[in-house]
Every structure is written in structure tokens, then in C-alpha cells.
């Protein structure tokens, strides 16, 4: 995790977000960048710092379970000042080619800043398991073997740089490696799969996901 503080003439005590905050920032593209910050931990914040790399404005800044207010905009750094409840989520959209951010900090009520983590990649992934049965029916046939295709095509970086690695885990202690890759199942059963991703500066993320293989396929399926 990076972090880059302001210059100041205020002593300011940056800590990291405590494990089990969950993820505290989203990136998504859709006609402009959005960007959202989300408040998972136990108790509000005061404040919210976003450090672009370059001069920016926000074409929408709005919140759920948030308050907040822009305080200043200076050089590429918004501060909003407000509260932010636990689990409000603040987002702020701004065009697309627009400068990247570079760093974000929660602020709470002593002045305390929390580093967000905004360079980690997003992992993401797809696959699909066609219907099935666990109970035999008139009509059913053995469901397994059966090939399935993983997929990590929408994983993203809000970097917007490369992923330069994709590793598959299954709870059964298979692994592969590829941004799409393919699973023989020979057994019924629930499984769960992780997918983890690293950007070419090193940062990873990862996505849990369970499905169930099924005994049996059946004509109505």
C-alpha cells in the first residue's frame, strides 16, 4: 500500500485502515471514472482526502450515509469535511482521461488520517455451471465429468495498468494459472473458488466465489 501526505505545517498522524474494514475503494468506468469510497469499519469519519495527480474537476460528488461538504480543491487535492457514517459510501466521478488518483485518506474526528488502498487491481470473475440434480429422475445421466471455463477478462486496475498474472484456487487443492482457464470436475460436490490477480507493479487482489457440481443432468434440465 502507498501512501503521499500533503505538505503541511499541521504534524499529521497517517495510520493504515485496519484489517476488516473490507475494501474501502471501488474504480469503475462507464462514461467518466467513478470512484467509490466506502465506509466498512465500525465508527464515522470526519473527513475525506483524495489526492489526484493533477489539477481536477469533479463532475459529481455525492454520498449514502455520508454528509460530506468540499472543503478545498486545491492542486489536484479535494478535501471534503463533513461525517461519514459506518457503511456510507462517498463517490466522485470525473471525465474519462482525466488524471488518476493517487492517493485517499479518511479522516476522522482527532484529525487522524486513514490510508485508502487505490492502486490494488479489482479482480473479477465469470463462469458458468449448467443446472443440474442431486436427486435421480427418470431421464437423468452422470453429471460428471463436466468442464468448466473461469474466467478473469473483467478484472481492472484503476491504475490502469496491465494484469500481468491470474492464479485460480479451488478448495480441493487444484491450481491453475491464465486469465481464462478451464477445470475438469470429476466429483459432485460444493466447491470454492479463488481468484487472484497482480498488476504489474505488484499489487494483488482477490475474489471468492462457491459453486456446486451436481450428481446428476436430467432431460428437463
Given at each position: 500500500?502507498?501512501?503521499?501526505?500533503?505538505?503541511?505545517?499541521?504534524?499529521?498522524?497517517?495510520?493504515?485502515a485496519a484489517a476488516g474494514f473490507g475494501r474501502p475503494y471501488e474504480w469503475i468506468q462507464t462514461d467518466r471514472n467513478v470512484g467509490l469510497f466506502n465506509n466498512s469499519g465500525e465508527k464515522p469519519f470526519a473527513g475525506l482526502r483524495v489526492v489526484f495527480t493533477s489539477e481536477i474537476v469533479p463532475l459529481q460528488a455525492i454520498g449514502i450515509g455520508t454528509d460530506l461538504e468540499l472543503l478545498s480543491n486545491e492542486a489536484?487535492?479535494?478535501?471534503?469535511?463533513?461525517?461519514?457514517?459506518?457503511?456510507?459510501?462517498?463517490?466522485?466521478?470525473?471525465?474519462?482521461?482525466g488524471p488518476r488518483i493517487d492517493a485517499a485518506f479518511w479522516i476522522d474526528a482527532d484529525g487522524v488520517e486513514w490510508a485508502i488502498d487505490v492502486h490494488s487491481p479489482h479482480a473479477r470473475m465469470r463462469f458458468h455451471v449448467p443446472?443440474?440434480?442431486?436427486?435421480?429422475?427418470?431421464?437423468?445421466?452422470?453429471?460428471?465429468?463436466?468442464d468448466i471455463e473461469f474466467a478473469g477478462t473483467w478484472s481492472k486496475d484503476p491504475d490502469g495498468l496491465s494484469i500481468v498474472r491470474y492464479q485460480w484456487s479451488w478448495s480441493d487443492g487444484v491450481q491453475l494459472e491464465g486469465e481464462t482457464v478451464t477445470r475438469t470436475f470429476w466429483v459432485?460436490?460444493?466447491?470454492?473458488?479463488?481468484?487472484?490477480?497482480?498488476d504489474a507493479e505488484g499489487f494483488s487482489d482477490s475474489q471468492t466465489e462457491?459453486?456446486?457440481i451436481y450428481r446428476y443432468r436430467c432431460t428437463e434440465d
Open positions: 500500500m502507498r501512501t503521499r501526505m500533503a505538505v503541511s505545517v499541521v504534524l499529521v498522524v497517517v495510520c493504515f489536484g487535492i479535494l478535501t471534503f469535511t463533513g461525517t461519514v457514517h459506518p457503511f456510507g459510501t462517498f463517490e466522485i466521478d470525473w471525465s474519462l482521461g443446472p443440474g440434480s442431486d436427486e435421480p429422475k427418470a431421464g437423468c445421466a452422470p453429471y460428471v465429468p463436466i459432485p460436490g460444493d466447491y470454492t473458488v479463488i481468484l487472484t490477480v497482480w462457491t459453486l456446486h
